[in-house]
């Protein structure tokens, strides 16, 4: 970008503050969707296809009874009705799975069962409801099966035929690469025979959470020292996009053991990398630093609150590096807007927006030129959607998350929303695009 010039060390240089859409499109240039990667069908669910699906067969293959009944002849019973019956000869009987041996001639039918395939010389089938043998118990039906029916209503070609093909015909393209595979997918996989599809592979998404106030959460409290949580977000939140993540623990303020810890993180195979902390001002705010020597970043800061300092870079043999902030709320909503969109495109996804709803604010919002992410709660109320803030909105609140099921945005040029206005809110726990 014009402005910016990148001087790496202690002093970081100086790069504009960029807005939350340019960081996004600057961040998705530098992913692309992985190599596919062969899985069984079952292990495809909510993975995303990467080659096209072509039936080589119809389906179903072959006019099948949709109804339990008797495969007539049209011709023979247009004139059936209750009062006027007509008589026909049962000649055969075929269940799923078989294939009838008799033709269903004039004046004649042939008991069929749901699935089975339609026998030569009919074109419809009349369901037991419509015939005598309803009359009759089912016990009574196996022991002595009627030689004869009277069918008491008419019907047409076809009626309670499913044709061969009705569902996919030969030749059809049936998927396109992007489509998000759920049970569906994998049902209608198998019955074109597929036993394994190709799916892009999933990322390996290094974890590295900074700072030497971090203590693991098994260790007590120490004067000074907090609990490490944004490893273990960061962590469910690749878990939940699709992502792999690998954890590299919690690196210590100095460049030597941050570059370490990088390092682990390729000889691992980090396809991506997400840190917490030190893209600060402060003086141990070491991440850019790294950043400088052991690639290139590529911008720094956001026009957002929370999540301002937010780093992106590239890893020497180009591997991208996003810097999120260390307040854990301000980490996790950059998450959302960074990482989870750049982890999407990997996984093959085309649909990387967040789902958003537009509601009524129940609070009145301020801003200050920044794109807002305000923790809300959603409810729906005479089919329109209110949001209400969750309180205290500091960047280190993470309950303000916990209490949120979404993310309230207001726009850079926006100052104040007063109540009762509507505004956009992602939200958090809808599911990801289907691809569809
Ligand atoms: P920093 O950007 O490194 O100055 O961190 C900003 C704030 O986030 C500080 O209050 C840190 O203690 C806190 N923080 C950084 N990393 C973590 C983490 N992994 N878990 C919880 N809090 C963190
Ligand atoms: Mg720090």
């Not at 047409?156 to 035929?161: K, L």
């Not at 960061?234 to 030597?256: K, M, S, W």
């Not at 009524?360 to 807002?372: C, E, F, I, K, Y």
Request: contains cysteine; hydrophobic residues 40%.
């Amino acid at each position: 970008m014009a402005c910016e010039v990148a001087i790496f060390g202690r002093n970081h240089g100086v790069f504009a503050l960029i807005s939350v859409d340019e960081a996004l499109a600057r961040i998705l240039s530098h992913v692309q969707p992985l190599e596919p990667e062969r899985v069984s069908i079952l292990d495809a669910m909510g993975r995303v296809l990467s080659e096209e699906i072509v039936s080589d067969i119809a389906i179903p293959p072959f006019d099948n009874s949709a109804m339990d009944g008797f495969a007539v002849r049209s011709a023979d019973v247009a004139q059936a009705t209750p009062e006027s019956p007509v008589r026909l000869a049962v000649v055969d009987s075929v269940a799923a799975g078989y294939v009838a041996a008799m033709r269903v001639e004039p004046g004649t039918a042939i008991r069929i069962m749901t699935g089975a395939p339609l026998p030569t010389g009919a074109d419809a089938v009349v369901p037991y409801e419509d015939t005598s043998d309803f009359d009759r118990s089912k016990d009574a039906r196996l022991a002595a099966p009627a030689d004869e029916i009277e069918v008491r209503g008419a019907v047409q070609a076809r009626d309670h035929v499913r044709p061969a093909g009705e569902d996919v015909y030969e030749g059809e393209q049936v998927m396109v690469p992007g489509r998000v595979i759920r049970a569906q997918e994998i049902g209608v996989l198998a019955s074109l025979g597929r036993e394994s599809v190709l799916v892009h592979r999933r990322p390996r998404v290094a974890i590295l959470a900074t700072g030497d106030e971090l203590l693991e959460v098994h260790e007590p409290l120490q004067p000074g020292k907090i609990r490490n949580s944004n490893e273990y977000t960061n962590a469910a939140l690749v878990t939940r996009t699709g992502g792999i993540p690998v954890r590299l623990g919690i690196g210590r303020d100095t460049e030597a053991d941050l570059i370490e810890r990088i390092r682990s993180g390729l000889e691992r195979g980090a396809d991506l990398f997400l840190t917490s902390g030190g893209v600060s001002v402060g003086d141990y705010d070491v991440v850019k630093d790294v950043l400088g020597k052991e690639g290139q970043m590529q911008f720094w800061q956001v026009r957002m609150k929370p999540g301002k300092p937010l780093a992106f870079g590239l890893l020497t043999g180009g591997v991208p590096l996003i810097g999120l902030p260390g307040n854990p709320v301000s980490a996790m909503v950059s998450f959302e807007q960074f990482a989870r969109p750049a982890i999407l495109k990997m996984l093959g996804h085309i649909d990387l927006a967040k789902p958003e709803v537009r509601a009524v604010l129940d609070d009145p919002l301020t801003n200050s030129g920044r794109r807002a992410f305000v923790r809300v709660i959603v409810s729906q109320r005479l089919g329109n959607y209110h949001a209400r803030t969750t309180g205290e909105q500091g960047s280190g609140v993470l309950t303000s998350m916990s209490k949120a099921n979404g993310l309230a945005i207001v726009p850079e040029e926006t100052l104040y929303l007063e109540e009762g206005s509507e505004v956009a809110v992602q939200m958090l726990d809808w599911p990801e695009g289907m691809g569809l």
